[in-house]
Structures are given as C-alpha cells and as structure tokens.
T-cell receptor, first 115, second 108 residues
Framework: ETGVTQSPTHLIKTRGQQVTLRCSSQSGHNTVSWYQQALGQGPQFIFQYYREEENGRGNFPPRFSGLQFPNYSSELNVNALELDDSALYLC??????????????FGPGTRLLVL | AQRVTQPEKLLSVFKGAPVELKCNYSYSGSPELFWYVQYSRQRLQLLLRHISRESIKGFTADLNKGETSFHLKKPFAQEEDSAMYYCALQGGSEKLVFGKGTKLTVNP
C-alpha cells in the first residue's frame, strides 16, 4: 500500500507569482483534503475534493483553487501569491463511505516560501 | 463556530511521570474528536479518535461533553512520546479543525 505523496517538497516563489502543488492519494482513497499550516499553528482546512468535485471549502480566498483527477490525485493552485501564503501545505487522503468519516492520512507536506 | 483550544504550547515532564495534554472544543452538535501526533521529521498521523475508545501507545482520551474537553492522558511518559500533539474536531463535514498544538518534551 502506497502512502500519500506530495511534490515538490520545497518551493520558493515571489509575490504575485502562481504555484501548483501536487498530491497523490493513498491507494484506494477517493477523497483528498488540503490544509495550510503556518509556522506555530495547527493545520487549517482549505478545501476537499471527493470524486473530482469540490466537497467543502474553508475560509480561503478564490485565488486558492484545486483539482482532482480521475485517479484521485489532486492539485492545489494558488494565484497572486502573497507573503502570508508562506506555509507548509498538507494533503490528506481518505476513503469516504456514505454517512461515515474515515481516517485522513497525511502526506509529508510542501513547504512554500514567498519572498 | 467550530473551535479547538489547546492552552499549553509547551509541556515538559520527566520520564515515568504522568502526562495530560489539554484540549477544549466549541461545537454546537455532537463532534468527533481526534488526537494527531507529529514526531520529529515525520508526517502528521492519527493517534486516537474518541469513538474507537482505544488506548494507543498507552494514551487515552475521554470526551467530556459537559466540560467540552478531550484531554489526552498517559500514566507513565516515555522519551519516545516527545512530539507535537494536535487535538482536532470534525463536526458535520469531513473537514478537520485543529488546535494550535502542544509540544511535549519527555526528559530522561
């Protein structure tokens, strides 16, 4: 069984640029959630994708967008980067059943630095 | 609004001493509560969830709805328990709401 993987591990961008982060879900999982973890904070929910559709969104502006592909891998895109976007971005996958909540398995994260 | 509060940013105990990491939550319905742990240089992983009522690595947590708390306890701390611990809540949707975390250090 392959765990959740994320790429790249580290990334440096400048203000105003755009970035794409990638996540491969664990085998058998159809749900991917993205979290932002700023330094010294707990992870904060950005959005979730279930079977290629957005299935819930946290308090993040529209310049944070995502995709999920037929193989259930996912991308997080951030446009017009701001300094405050510097954080660790975590992806978590789970296998959702109707009316049940399954354990979310986290990837190692992508550390983004915006200069 | 859903909110999780972990009042202690840092907690330091000696090996063999009891440890309690505090977690309080705010949620109007019946939440699902979790403890996640992150060991040094490892990814975030689930330690336990309240509905399974398990004891993992000697840790237990009891949901107290009256006090809206879900404190994590272990009677005898070990050095390998040193890590960052996050309490998390899931209520009504599949998103997790995390606290800011408590860094536990177990001294020899």
């Amino acid at each position: 069984e392959t765990g959740v993987t994320q790429s790249p591990t580290h990334l440096i961008k400048t203000r105003g640029q755009q970035v794409t982060l990638r996540c491969s879900s664990q085998s058998g999982h159809n749900t991917v959630s993205w979290y932002q973890q700023a330094l010294g904070q707990g992870p904060q929910f950005i959005f979730q994708y279930y079977r290629e559709e957005e299935n819930g969104r946290g308090n993040f502006p529209p310049r944070f967008s995502g995709l999920q592909f037929p193989n259930y891998s996912s991308e997080l895109n951030v446009n017009a980067l701001e300094l405050d976007d510097s954080a660790l971005y975590l992806c978590a996958s789970s296998s959702s059943g109707a009316g049940e909540w399954e354990t979310q398995y986290f990837g190692p994260g992508t550390r983004l630095l915006v200069l | 609004a859903q909110r999780v509060t972990q009042p202690e940013k840092l907690l330091s105990v000696f090996k063999g001493a009891p440890v309690e990491l505090k977690c309080n939550y705010s949620y109007s319905g019946s939440p699902e509560l979790f403890w996640y742990v992150q060991y040094s240089r490892q990814r975030l992983q689930l330690l336990l969830r309240h509905i399974s009522r398990e004891s993992i690595k000697g840790f237990t947590a009891d949901l107290n709805k009256g006090e809206t708390s879900f404190h994590l306890k272990k009677p005898f701390a070990q050095e390998e328990d040193s890590a960052m611990y996050y309490c998390a809540l899931q209520g009504g949707s599949e998103k997790l709401v995390f606290g800011k975390g408590t860094k536990l250090t177990v001294n020899p």
